[in-house]
């Protein structure tokens, strides 16, 4: 029976199991000490007493099966129980109840040990919360906390909502959601999530959502529904038993029929019990979970992990999944007569109520300019088309350009210039008059060429992308990740029979983060929510929910499925193939009914030993990076964060060299961008070259995965040589040439290019190996992709 299907039978459960041990165990040791001093009666009477204490409860195992239409072992194991006691061997049923109590207590053990992480969310959850009113702070059960209330989280308490910070720069310990080890800085006016730690100074929020509404609660909801006892897997393992137990019988009876003897019945029921299929699979199984749990991916249950393992069609959305998910405002453009500063309190205002990344963003951006904002009313959300209410006695809308709105001059140049910069609009229509926009770009994931590719290599080969965004940075998108198809401009329906179409044709995932998501997600044969930003429509239409904001999370989630079902079947085929033998030569009455049971007892051990492997995962994916080349890598990617601010001198010099035709402006910008080349780009190329490419030899498999980068390396500095021949002549006439422009302008804008795919690729294959979110590391090769656990 389930132990987690009912608190009650867990409880009985947690010391009927050891109990059990202890009696059986102490009933078998003392009987052979009685035994050894020829006391053959007294023994025989203490092993009869513990043969019963273990029929008592098979029994009641055995009717909570068949109640639940499930036959195997536990029948198998009343049978044999009662043979021992029939045909009197009395030493075989002490040892078959040893093995019983022994099997059940290693089997919960093994469930305890694998399930742990999850648990730890449950224990983790905040249970009260400090409210500030004026100058007087008090403590209130979580439920009483109300959106706008102003919270108070001190050092060292779990932040109990969800909401915004307001007066400080605060110090997080995020990796209860997200497995992260390092800790994070939030500053004024930022999301903070609930479940995560503060680990500096105390700091005030204002509470976003209740508590039943905000991110912890909803990735508990998950955990309390996470098991294994659904899994395909472990119904398979079901009617598996449904042929193994009648095979047994048949064994049994034959073994009686052809030799008489019913000694020979009993020990092939003993060498039968219990199978060890029905005990590798619910460990395999939730061990996967528990795996998962710990790389930060909440599965709700074992079939949405299998179902994960055999998919082979990927939908996902762009905006949140494959794009960071954090856009941020270019620029705000108002309509002639409108002034942007109060545009862009509008729009903020309004957005205040709305989970899309994109109101975030837009909110977060007039947090940071200091704009005050007004509680908004009458507010509706209308999926896929934006968010609307009353500010101020003003009715604004805030999202997609509004049908009945004509293209003023303005709005087609706001159009055009989006076109070009792959940026999204949020247009802002005050009382129905078209009066601003906004525009937003949401970067790449660092991670997502990458993941791209492991997802393929785990078994994907379809990935499409949907989104309600505009096709050409949709297509753009689609073509740096090499994605098989795109649909722009998606409504919530549309993105629906999209993944239902695909669903016809293959076992299909879905992966989406915003409220206009959730339909797809429970479309789709196996919803992924990405809930460290995404809302909680999403989540919990979700079968599984990435609390780390990164989509390679998916590809350790599909390598964890795969490796928990090879795991659970490798251990229920192995254990039957032993028992199958072992029933055989018992049947020829080569293995007596004691050797029989301790035999078998060594056969449940080692699977369950075996199913308990699927916590470490794959160890053929796993290869470690040393902690010298990890914190190496880390060193230069905060140096490429530092540097690449400073690439636009490169642009700036280039632009202003091809409008003023050389003069001494444009020779100084020049001139800026060549020290900033000389002084700091060029000396980080060479430490790359003779620091960290030698030291990702080893992790990478071979010198040459770092080859490519350093014939770059030679490029990048030939042409800084160049633009400092070029700067040389210059310097003598004051001016630069007209003779020499056109090369000059090749090379600058060459450079700035080239190092904008550099900077791309080092970040895309060798930084993200120690990203600072990172808690399994996956390292491209060669021959592909390893995965490794940061120690």
Request: charge should be negative.
């Amino acid at each position: 029976m389930t132990r987690q299907a009912r608190p009650w039978v867990a409880r009985l459960s947690g010391w009927l199991e050891p109990a059990l041990v202890v009696v059986t165990v102490a009933a078998l040791a003392v009987g052979a000490v009685l035994w050894v001093f020829g006391l053959r009666g007294a023994a025989d009477g203490l092993w009869i007493a513990a043969t019963v204490a273990a029929f008592v409860p098979a029994l009641f195992w055995m009717i909570a099966a068949l109640v639940k239409g499930r036959t195997g072992v536990d029948l198998i194991a009343v049978l044999s129980l009662a043979g021992t006691l029939w045909v009197g061997e009395y030493l075989a049923g002490a040892l078959i109840a040893v093995m019983l109590a022994g099997g059940r207590a290693l089997d919960a053990a093994a469930e305890r040990r694998a399930s742990r992480d999850l648990r730890a969310l449950l224990e983790h959850a905040p249970r009260s919360a400090r409210r500030r009113v004026g100058d007087e702070v008090t403590v209130i059960p979580l439920g009483q906390v109300v959106v706008d209330d102003v919270l108070v989280v001190a050092t060292g308490e779990t932040v109990p909502v969800d909401g915004r910070i307001l007066n400080t720069v605060a110090a997080l310990d995020e990796s209860v959601l997200t497995g992260e080890p390092l800790q994070v800085e939030r500053g004024s006016g930022e999301p903070v999530r609930s479940g995560v730690v503060n680990v500096g100074d105390a700091f005030e929020m204002r509470a976003s959502a209740t508590a039943a509404e905000s991110t912890y609660a909803g990735i508990v909801r998950l955990a309390e529904q996470a098991g294994a006892e659904n899994a395909p897997v472990v119904r398979l393992a079901d009617r598996y038993a449904a042929w193994f137990l009648p095979l047994a019988l048949v064994v049994a009876g034959a073994a009686y029929a052809i030799s008489g003897s019913p000694v020979r019945a009993v020990a092939v029921l003993v060498v039968a019990t219990p199978c060890p299929l029905l005990l590798a699979a619910p460990v395999a199984i939730v061990s996967g979970l528990s795996q998962a749990s710990r790389m930060g991916v909440v599965v709700r249950g074992g079939g949405a992990l299998e179902s994960l393992g055999h998919a082979t069609t990927l939908v996902m959305d762009k905006t949140g999944t494959l794009t960071a998910g954090r856009p941020q405002v270019v620029e705000v453009v108002a309509a002639p007569g409108r002034e942007t500063t109060e545009m862009m309190r509008l729009a903020a205002s309004v957005d205040q109520v709305s989970p899309h990344v994109l109101a975030e963003a837009i909110v977060t951006e007039a947090l940071a300019r200091e704009i005050d904002l007004s509680a908004p009313t009458e507010v509706a959300e209308q999926p896929g088309r934006g968010v609307s209410g009353t500010v101020d006695g003003r009715r604004v809308d805030v999202g997609k350009l509004p049908d009945s709105c004509t293209g003023a001059d303005w709005a087609r140049a706001v159009v055009n210039r989006a076109s070009l910069d792959s940026a999204a609009i949020a247009w802002i229509v005050v009382d129905g008059d078209l009066a601003a926009a906004i525009l937003l770009r949401d970067p790449l994931r660092r991670h997502a060429p990458r993941t791209i590719r492991r997802l393929r290599e785990a078994g994907l080969n379809r990935l499409v992308m949907l989104t309600g965004d505009r096709p050409e940075p949709a297509r753009e998108v689609a073509t740096v990740l090499g994605l098989d198809e795109v649909y722009a401009e998606q409504s919530p329906a549309d993105k629906v029979d999209a993944v239902r179409r695909e669903r016809e044709h293959a076992v299909t995932v879905m992966v989406g983060d915003g409220v206009n998501d959730a339909p797809a997600l429970a479309a789709a044969t196996v919803g992924v929510a990405m809930g460290a930003r995404g809302s909680t429509a999403s989540s919990e239409a979700a079968d599984i929910v990435l609390t780390t904001d990164r989509l390679d999370r998916l590809a350790d989630a599909m390598d964890t499925a795969r490796w928990s079902r090879r795991i659970a079947v490798q251990s229920a085929v192995v254990g039957m193939s032993m028992s199958l033998l072992a029933m055989i030569v018992a049947a020829v009455g080569w293995l007596p009914p004691a050797a029989g049971a301790l035999l078998q007892e060594g056969i449940d051990v080692a699977v369950i030993l075996n199913a308990l492997r699927a916590l470490r995962g794959n160890p053929a994916l796993r290869t470690e990076l040393a902690p010298d080349t990890e914190a190496m890598l880390r060193r230069f990617a905060g140096e490429h964060d530092a540097l690449r601010d400073a690439l636009g001198l490169l642009r700036a010099a280039a632009d202003r060299l091809a409008e003023r035709s050389g003069d001494e402006t444009a020779l100084s910008a020049v001139e800026t961008a060549y020290r900033f080349l000389v002084d700091e780009l060029l000396p980080h190329e060479e430490a790359e070259e003779t620091e960290l490419y030698p030291a990702l030899a080893t992790p990478l498999g071979s010198v040459e995965a770092t080859a490519t980068m350093s014939r770059t390396h030679a490029e990048i500095h030939r042409l800084t040589m160049r633009i400092g021949n070029h700067l040389r002549l210059a310097r003598t006439t004051g001016r630069i040439g007209s003779d020499q422009i056109d090369d000059l302008l090749a090379c600058l804008y060459g450079l700035y290019t080239l190092l904008q795919l550099h900077f791309r690729q080092e970040e895309e294959n060798y930084f993200t190996l120690a990203d600072d979110e990172a808690e399994y590391v996956s390292l491209p090769t060669e021959s592909g992709v390893k995965s490794t656990l940061r120690p």
